[in-house]
Nanobody, 119 residues
Framework: QVQLVESGGGLVQAGGSLRLSCAAS????????MAWHRQAPGKQRELVAN???????NYADSVKGRFTINRDNAKNTVYLQMNSLKPEDTAVYYC?????????????WGQGTQVTVSS
């Protein structure tokens, strides 16, 4: 049973920083892309940043220059460093991974972690 477990969310003032972590556990053969998405109240879930197994990254325009995604393949973990946070960054942040066990490859999602930025 594969699980993605997020941590690091919380309440921060505008201009502050948070670091999110997401660890994949269970029977894992290989992890391809990993990503962070977010969903604000009343809005659709959107991609924040993704990173390939080769460490190529992609960011939403709204977070470029402020957020950094990286991964530790030895720990099956992806991180999101969020700096210069704004109230509009307030959302539930979800970790995503496309990974394979011994039998199949599929998409997995974490349970979400709340990030609240106060003005």
């Amino acid at each position: 049973q594969v699980q993605l477990v997020e941590s690091g969310g919380g309440l921060v003032q505008a201009g502050g920083s948070l670091r999110l972590s997401c660890a994949a556990s269970g029977t894992i053969f290989a992890i391809d892309a990993m990503a962070w998405h977010r969903q604000a109240p009343g809005k659709q879930r959107e991609l924040v940043a993704n990173i390939t197994s080769g460490a190529s990254t992609n960011y939403a325009d709204s977070v470029k220059g402020r957020f950094t995604i990286n991964r530790d393949n030895a720990k099956n973990t992806v991180y999101l460093q969020m700096n210069s946070l704004k109230p509009e960054d307030t959302a539930v942040y979800y970790c995503y991974a496309n990974l394979a066990n011994n039998y199949y490859r599929r998409d997995y999602w974490g349970q979400g972690t709340q990030v609240t930025v106060s003005s």
